[in-house]
């Protein structure tokens, strides 16, 4: 951290020249935070970490929706006559001082009785005093030292959502008789014929099939009830022979208990459900602070301000929303649903919608559509269509958000299992069939010990184990899996389909060109200072670019919206905007955003933006071109067509002016012609295409704000390793292939005992862990070996 | 030899007791977050309810 950087939230803090105790504050904000820490001896904050905190931003009545006790309601988990609690999500929580502080709540505030912080999810459990104090206050709390809350619709009524434990409950019980009918199983492991030992046999036996029992009607229901389902729908999935190997383990083991003619084989079942219930916990990794399934609710806000037929404000909630009431829509909130413009300056931000960066000036009597974000202060509207109406939410409507691509194609482990069942039930019919002549006592034995040894054990486990530690490389390598089955389809893609703006081009930097007659020093010391009062996001850029000159205090400055800026200084004009605004009667018919600047009257030049690239893009392309079909889908104009076609190799197709709908269908009309389809997108804009194509990537410059509904969340920075990622989930297939044929080795052996006749419980017990842990063992090496080289 | 009646239900009641505190841990949450205890712990009670005694 340099010695300038701000005490509380290490941005750089020269310019603010605000000190105080003796410590530099980039803004009022933080030094407001900071104070109040240190009147409340919660100083200790800044001991853990340094500069662990944000700057806390103007909230100004956009809570006020928390004022309405119908809202409240559905957001709280618990409420009691005098304590509330809520579980708030809030963004920023990122490091130990975090949660320090958050859990010292109480210290700013007596009412509140106690806050608890889960940091994996980033959320805050507050638990408050409801008589003295209200939710709105301690949001209000939260946001004043740098800890704003996100709340947005898809909160709304999920507030008791059940956490599922059930694989952990599984995995117990499974575990507790595994080690136990192990303990009980010893002595007979031995066949020592000694007295008391004969004299406990029994009483051994009962007590193991006590504690099978809940394994199998319990812990192993998954397998029974997925077995049925896949028979039902006439697949034979993985499950299909384990069920068969689990319930012909109990059937068995019980006869033999039953008649006493043996010690059944209850180690082998345990140890058996146990090893598969690990593979499926392994598996289960899951990234909870991110969300895949996101839909237009988590960006849209609970409450808006709805301005009453006697001129009063009033919060009401969104679904309320009527058509033809009047909504006050304040700076930076949201526009739920598409309303006409009544007052106010509007400049709209479209690009949740169209992932068009550039902002969009309205006039009154214009239509606003839902999904834009108003940045200018704040407007009054009127509302055209109800929320579910809406031109945004009516994408959300298309089938493909119904439905679940993981049940939609056939696994490896699955495509596997088909043939190994009918061979299993095959070589288990031949030998019953050759036992009953040659010795018949044994027919029935030989069949059930050719089920017993053959249940895929080691199969069911190769996968989740590969994809589970696959998973978590690639997660540390900041590209987030929904699930396994992403793994699987990366592998077999065909296409690759990107988004432009946002995707392939860095969403905040632009590069600027200038073109026309060069500017003095003076002009463009004058250009700066004009630039300077203006918060138009092109004004913003611009002003970055030009060189440090002294800031001139103008005598006169106007904004026209839509238009541009005009300033005076002494003897100086300055007019900076659209062509027609500073005087060019015709505008060379660029794509491009362009900004064009006359001073005195005299036209000077225009200043061009360009899309940045992200940092090794053709590079990426160059790799991919010889195994994939490349196409670009952009929501903008043609404008960067010339600059592509020139950074990309020269099969690449480039689509533009792109809707969002017209993207799904290109991938869907792509599907039906058989490509397996990779769409890598980032807006609400791709929502569809991404949920359309085989595999959907989000790529997120922070993995914590929002990103559309998706299988993968990409990090922005590991862009350029798309290529390699794609390639280790290849690996990870050829690893599973591998460890199958290491599997069927040891079934071959497994085999030639129960074919045999000679499959005796010990066998079992030795053979079934051993293939079941060298398989792990083998996938989680090769696994790392590959996840080695991915940068 | 007749003890072995007597301990296998002492180790099987200890071992169903661990198995119920384990299944009522579960059910309390406690792993649902397993990176927030980790680090509460390490912070100190440090904070003074009396204002006299305050160092920095």
């Not at chain 1, 390793?721 to 794609?726: D, K, T």
Request: charged content about 20%; some cysteine; glycine content about 6%.
């Amino acid at each position: 951290m340099s010695k300038n950087a701000c005490f509380h939230c290490g941005l750089e803090a020269d310019a603010s020249k605000i000190m105080f105790d003796n410590k530099p504050f980039c803004c009022n904000g933080c030094k407001t935070v900071y104070e109040i820490f240190s009147t409340n001896d919660l100083g200790c904050y800044y001991d853990l970490q340094n500069a662990p905190g944000a700057t806390p931003k103007d909230i100004e009545g956009k809570y006020n929706f928390l004022d309405n006790p119908k809202i409240v309601d559905q957001l709280l988990e618990f409420n009691d006559e005098d304590t509330q609690i809520i579980t708030l999500y809030i963004p920023h929580i990122h490091c130990s001082s975090c949660i320090w502080i958050l859990e010292n709540l109480n210290k700013l505030n007596p009412d509140i009785n106690s806050s608890i912080v889960n940091f994996g999810k980033k959320t805050v459990r507050v638990s408050f005093n409801f008589e003295r104090v209200s939710l709105k206050d301690v949001v209000t709390l939260l946001s004043s030292i740098g800890y704003e809350p996100y709340i947005s619709l898809d909160d709304y009524s999920v507030g008791k959502k059940r956490v599922d434990r059930s694989l952990i409950y599984k995995l117990g019980v499974a575990g507790f008789a595994f080690g136990n009918v192990m303990f009980l199983s010893f002595p007979e492991y031995f066949q020592v014929g000694e007295f008391w030992l004969e004299q406990f046999k029994p009483l051994f036996r009962w007590l193991m099939f006590a504690f099978s029992v809940p394994v199998i009607f319990y812990a192993a229901q998954d397998y029974f009830i997925s077995a049925y389902k896949g028979l039902r729908s006439k697949i034979l999935n993985i499950d299909v022979p384990i069920a068969l190997g689990a319930s012909v383990l109990f059937i068995r083991s019980t006869w033999e208990i039953v008649f006493d003619l043996g010690t059944g084989f209850f180690d082998s079942l345990t140890g058996l459900i146990f090893f598969l219930l690990l593979g499926k916990f392994f598996q289960q990794k899951t990234y909870t602070f991110l969300s895949f399934e996101r839909d237009y609710k988590s960006y849209f806000p609970i409450g808006i301000t709805k301005i009453t037929s006697e001129d009063k404000e009033e919060s009401i909630q969104v679904y309320d929303i009527e058509k033809g009431d009047r909504l006050l829509i304040r700076n930076e909130e949201l526009i739920p649903v598409d309303c006409i413009l009544i007052k106010g300056k509007a400049r709209i931000d479209y690009s949740f919608v169209t992932g068009e960066s550039k902002t969009v000036s309205k006039q009154s009597g214009d239509k606003l559509f839902a999904g834009g974000k108003q940045l200018d202060g704040s407007i009054e509207v009127d509302v055209l269509n109800s929320v579910e109406q809406s031109y945004l939410t009516q994408l959300w409507s298309n089938d493909v958000f119904k439905h679940d691509k993981e049940l939609s194609f056939t696994n490896i482990t699955n495509s596997i299992s088909k043939r190994f069942t009918i061979t299993i039930l095959l070589i288990a019919f031949v030998a019953t069939s050759f036992w009953l002549f040659t010795d018949s006592s044994k027919a029935l034995n030989v069949f059930t010990s050719v089920l017993i040894i053959a249940c895929p054990c080691a199969i069911a486990l190769s996968a989740p184990f590969t994809f589970g530690n696959m998973l978590r490389i690639l997660g540390k390598k900041k590209f987030y899996l929904k699930n396994a089955s992403v793994i699987e389809q990366l592998a077999k893609i065909n296409t690759i389909i990107f988004d432009k703006t946002g995707t392939i081009t860095a969403n905040k930097e632009t590069t600027i060109d200038y073109e026309g007659l060069e500017l003095t020093t003076a002009e463009e010391s004058l250009l700066k200072s004009t630039l300077r009062g203006s918060n138009h996001p092109l004004s913003r850029s611009l002003y970055t670019l030009l060189n440090e000159h002294d800031i001139l205090t103008l005598d006169t400055y106007q904004e026209h919206l839509g238009k541009g800026i005009e300033a005076k200084y002494q003897d100086h004009n300055i007019k900076v905007g659209s062509a027609p605004f500073v005087g060019l009667a015709t505008d060379n018919a660029t794509l491009n955003t362009t900004v064009h600047v006359s001073t005195n009257n005299h036209y000077k030049g225009k200043f061009t933006f360009y899309n940045k690239y992200r940092k090794g893009l053709s590079k990426l392309f160059n790799k991919l071109k010889s195994e994939y079909d490349l196409v670009i889908l952009s929501g903008d104009n043609a404008g960067e067509k010339s600059n592509l076609t020139k950074l990309l190799p020269t099969k690449t197709k480039l689509l533009f002016n792109q809707k969002p709908e017209d993207k799904l269908e290109y991938i869907k009309y792509h599907q039906s012609e058989g490509a397996t389809v990779l769409m890598i997108g980032d807006g609400l804009n791709d929502a569809g295409a991404l949920a359309q194509s085989d595999v959907g990537i989000a790529i997120s410059e922070n993995v914590n704000v929002f990103s559309p509904a998706c299988d993968a969340i990409l990090d922005a920075s590991k862009f350029n390793q798309i290529y390699n990622y794609i390639k280790a989930s290849k690996g990870a297939i050829k690893i599973i292939k591998w460890s199958f044929a290491l599997s069927f080795i040891y079934n071959i052996i497994g085999l030639y005992f129960a074919v045999t006749g000679q499959l005796e419980p010990v066998v079992a017990a030795i053979l079934m862990p051993l293939s079941s842990i060298s398989i792990v063992a083998f996938t989680t090496i090769c696994t790392n070996i590959i996840g080695r080289k991915l940068k | 030899m007749s003890v072995i009646y007597v301990l296998l239900a002492i180790s099987i009641t200890v071992a169903v007791g661990f198995f119920i505190a384990f299944i009522l841990a579960v059910k309390s949450g406690q792993f649902d977050d397993n990176y927030t205890p980790s680090v509460r712990m390490l912070f100190e009670d440090e904070l003074v309810k009396d204002k006299s005694k305050k160092k920095y």
